[in-house]
């Protein structure tokens, strides 16, 4: 996602609140809400609908019925679905909230891919069987992967967020650091309120607009919602047909592989360069295999993977778990644009499956850096001359490189890790 980190999708979002990876991108998720830096969907681009922040609510309010009829919403549909509307403070709290600890990636992968979860997964798989047995022949996205969606969202389906979807953009539309993103959102809300899937009572979601049983925003919504039961409406509240598909539909049209899986973990050769472990340094399959990365039990990879383009993974370091992450991984991540969300959805749907989990262990003594540690390690890096770009406290890319140049200069493996460890040794 991206827009900005933080719009996630689900209202559960509370969930997920690490994202490891840093936030994106710059538009927002597709679906919604997390809270945490956890992203969305980075493919898709804000609206283009114009900016207006000035002067008080009610003459914001005014202002931008203008801009909504520019965008074709009728007058009458703005009206009654602004009507009686006043900002909700709340939502602006959440937005301007920035946690000062995160969860370690393990923390939040044990309590997504859980056994009660992996349970109530093959359940329900089993109980939808012909459902997604149709959504899997339509859109050539598998059950488990689809399943364990659903389930990350919004428990499949118990946890979707209450509150109206055109006072939580109205709010964030009016004030605060997302007003673009707000803005887009309520103009896409205002139309589906206008194509009349839903009614303005039913249109429910998160705090930042992620609504239905697989958190769609509701830009996200017009363009890859489905009515896969066929009633008329596409109702990803209530239908979990509907909400299946919908993902089905927004993963196909992102580019996914049927058939193809989203990884492996594996294990390096001696004296792997720890600097080519970046999702930005990809290769084929093949010409990892040829550097002697193998799966963690040893085997090869398959035949129709050769040619695959694949990135190592180390969520935690080289002490921690490797990972070879291919197409389909890149995939769930447009969902959401954070390592420990990607990582999460494919070992639950690899759970779900009956394959087998993480062999290495995480390296549950360390813990993450904080908020102010993060930018105190960004400052050491500049002071250091390399160049970790702002100081904002998220690790993304140049921060990586940065980290990985300082760790070479001192002898230690290049892995772009940023721990405490590191940080004590900067700041000697
Ligand atoms: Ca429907």
Not at 225 to 244: E, I, K, M, N, Y
Not at 304 to 309: G, L, R, S, T, V
């Given at each position: 996602?991206?827009?900005?980190?933080?719009?996630?999708?689900?209202?559960?979002?509370?969930?997920?609140?690490?994202?490891?990876?840093?936030?994106?991108?710059?538009?927002?998720?597709?679906?919604?809400?997390?809270?945490?830096?956890?992203?969305?969907?980075?493919?898709?681009?804000?609206?283009?609908?114009?900016?207006?922040?000035?002067?008080?609510?009610?003459?914001?309010?005014?202002?931008?019925?203008?801009?909504?009829?520019?965008?074709?919403?009728?007058?009458?549909?703005?009206?009654?679905?602004?009507?009686?509307?006043?900002?909700d403070?709340s939502i602006l709290?959440a937005d301007?909230?920035?946690?000062?600890?995160?969860?370690?990636?393990?923390?939040?992968?044990?309590?997504?891919?859980?056994?009660?979860?992996?349970?109530?997964?093959?359940?329900?798989?089993?109980?939808?069987?012909?459902?997604?047995?149709?959504?899997?022949?339509?859109?050539?996205?598998?059950?488990?992967?689809?399943?364990?969606?659903?389930?990350?969202?919004?428990?499949?389906?118990?946890?979707?967020?209450?509150?109206?979807?055109?006072?939580s953009?109205?709010s964030l539309?009016?004030?605060?650091?997302?007003?673009?993103?707000?803005?887009?959102?309520?103009?896409?809300?205002?139309?589906?309120?206008?194509?009349?899937?839903?009614?303005?009572?039913?249109?429910?979601?998160?705090w930042?607009?992620?609504?239905?049983?697989?958190?769609?925003?509701?830009?996200?919504?017009?363009?890859?919602?489905?009515?896969?039961?066929?009633?008329?409406?596409?109702?990803?509240?209530?239908?979990?047909?509907?909400?299946?598909?919908?993902?089905?539909?927004?993963?196909?049209?992102?580019?996914?592989?049927?058939?193809?899986?989203?990884?492996?973990?594996?294990?390096?050769?001696?004296?792997?360069?720890?600097?080519?472990?970046?999702?930005?340094?990809?290769?084929?399959?093949?010409?990892?295999?040829?550097?002697?990365?193998?799966?963690?039990?040893?085997?090869?990879?398959?035949?129709?993977?050769?040619?695959?383009?694949?990135?190592?993974?180390?969520?935690?370091?080289?002490?921690?778990?490797?990972?070879?992450?291919?197409?389909?991984?890149?995939?769930?991540?447009?969902?959401?644009?954070?390592?420990?969300?990607?990582?999460?959805?494919?070992?639950?749907?690899?759970?779900?499956?009956?394959?087998?989990?993480?062999?290495?262990?995480?390296?549950?003594?360390?813990?993450?850096?904080?908020?102010?540690?993060?930018?105190?390690?960004?400052?050491?890096?500049?002071?250091?001359?390399?160049?970790?770009?702002?100081?904002?406290?998220?690790?993304?890319?140049?921060?990586?490189?940065?980290?990985?140049?300082?760790?070479?200069?001192?002898?230690?493996?290049?892995?772009?890790?940023?721990?405490?460890?590191?940080?004590?040794?900067?700041?000697?």
């Amino acid at each position: 996602m991206r827009a900005t980190g933080k719009f996630g999708r689900m209202a559960v979002t509370c969930l997920l609140a690490v994202s490891l990876a840093g936030c994106a991108g710059a538009t927002p998720p597709v679906t919604a809400a997390q809270t945490a830096p956890a992203a969305a969907p980075a493919s898709e681009p804000p609206a283009a609908v114009p900016v207006i922040n000035e002067g008080d609510y009610q003459s914001w309010k005014a202002k931008f019925r203008d801009v909504a009829i520019s965008q074709g919403i009728r007058p009458e549909i703005y009206d009654a679905a602004l009507a009686g509307i006043e900002p909700d403070p709340s939502i602006l709290a959440a937005d301007s909230a920035q946690p000062e600890f995160n969860r370690p990636i393990w923390v939040y992968i044990d309590r997504i891919v859980s056994p009660d979860r992996i349970a109530t997964g093959r359940q329900l798989i089993e109980a939808n069987k012909e459902l997604l047995d149709r959504i899997e022949q339509r859109y050539g996205v598998d059950r488990y992967t689809l399943v364990a969606i659903w389930g990350i969202e919004s428990g499949f389906g118990r946890v979707m967020g209450r509150k109206s979807v055109v006072r939580s953009l109205a709010s964030l539309s009016y004030q605060g650091r997302r007003v673009a993103y707000g803005q887009s959102q309520l103009i896409a809300a205002l139309e589906i309120l206008q194509h009349g899937d839903v009614t303005r009572d039913g249109l429910v979601g998160s705090w930042a607009g992620a609504m239905g049983q697989t958190q769609f925003i509701p830009v996200t919504y017009n363009r890859y919602a489905a009515d896969f039961d066929g009633d008329g409406r596409r109702d990803v509240w209530q239908s979990t047909a509907d909400a299946l598909a919908s993902t089905a539909n927004y993963l196909k049209m992102s580019g996914w592989e049927t058939g193809g899986r989203w990884g492996y973990e594996v294990r390096l050769p001696k004296g792997f360069d720890y600097a080519q472990a970046d999702p930005a340094s990809r290769k084929t399959v093949r010409e990892w295999a040829a550097l002697g990365v193998r799966q963690i039990n040893g085997d090869g990879f398959g035949v129709k993977e050769q040619n695959a383009p694949a990135a190592i993974l180390l969520p935690a370091g080289y002490r921690g778990p490797t990972f070879i992450v291919l197409n389909n991984y890149r995939m769930i991540l447009t969902y959401n644009n954070s390592t420990s969300y990607g990582l999460a959805v494919s070992l639950l749907a690899d759970a779900m499956r009956g394959r087998p989990g993480i062999v290495a262990s995480w390296p549950r003594g360390d813990r993450p850096l904080s908020l102010s540690e993060r930018i105190a390690l960004q400052t050491r890096l500049a002071a250091k001359g390399y160049n970790p770009g702002q100081a904002d406290g998220i690790l993304g890319a140049n921060t990586r490189k940065a980290v990985r140049a300082y760790q070479q200069s001192i002898g230690l493996p290049a892995d772009g890790y940023a721990d405490s460890d590191l940080l004590d040794r900067i700041q000697q």
